[in-house]
Nanobody
Framework: QVQVAESGGGVVQVGGSLKLSCSLT????????VGWYRQTPGRERELVAS??????TKYADSVKDRFTISQDNWRSLYLEMTSMQTEDAAVYYC????????????WGQGTQVTVSS
């Protein structure tokens, strides 16, 4: 099992920056991918950014060149968000995919990000 906990959400103005953090504990050595998703009411959860120990780092087109995903020992995951827009407002989730599983397996509770104009 892996426990996932996000922090760092809050209110930011348009054009501002915010950094989200995620703590991954438990059997993290069996994770093959970690990432950030976001969801707004009435919409499906969407992948924002992901990374793998031996694979590519991916970003949604809408956040490329503005958001940066990073990790520390694969037990801490970060999402640095810059030049934020109102469309970036959402609940952000940190997640991990267990090796051999096709979908993300472990999810945090989410952290709210609000962008004010």
């Amino acid at each position: 099992q892996v426990q996932v906990a996000e922090s760092g959400g809050g209110v930011v103005q348009v054009g501002g920056s915010l950094k989200l953090s995620c703590s991954l504990t438990g059997r993290t050595q069996y994770n093959c991918e970690v990432g950030w998703y976001r969801q707004t009411p009435g919409r499906e959860r969407e992948l924002v950014a992901s990374m793998q120990p031996d694979g590519p780092t991916k970003y949604a087109d809408s956040v490329k060149d503005r958001f940066t995903i990073s990790q520390d020992n694969w037990r801490s995951l970060y999402l640095e968000m810059t030049s934020m827009q109102t469309e970036d407002a959402a609940v952000y989730y940190c997640a991990a995919r267990r090796c051999g599983e096709p979908q993300y397996t472990y999810w945090g509770q989410g952290t709210q990000v609000t962008v004010s104009s």
